[in-house]
């Protein structure tokens, strides 16, 4: 965990961000020489190809080519997508 002045937090707040961010790097604001605050890097995220991507691995094989032969469906057979809240 890195320790930065608040003051140096404020004048490089971008790259700050960015380092927890991207680096998933943890800071600890300090004041005074006391800390102030803890910044952590928040929960990790991904993208549908990637939750998507073991897939093949959890399914057994029937329900993988039963799910394999749904998504390749075209438009005709699905019905229209409609709001739910719309009144």
Do not use: C, Y
């Not at 961000?17 to 929960?43: C, H, K, T």
Request: hydrophobic share 45%; no cysteine; glycine share 4%.
């Amino acid at each position: 965990m890195r320790t930065v002045t608040a003051t140096d937090f404020a004048r490089h707040f971008r790259a700050m961000l960015n380092r927890v961010e991207f680096q998933r790097e943890e800071l600890l604001i300090v004041r005074n020489n006391a800390p102030v605050a803890r910044l952590v890097p928040g929960p990790a995220t991904m993208t549908a190809a990637e939750a998507f991507s073991d897939l093949h691995n959890i399914l057994p094989k029937e329900a993988g080519e039963t799910w394999l032969a749904d998504s390749r469906i075209d438009d005709e057979g699905i019905d229209e997508v409609r709001d739910p809240w719309a009144s």
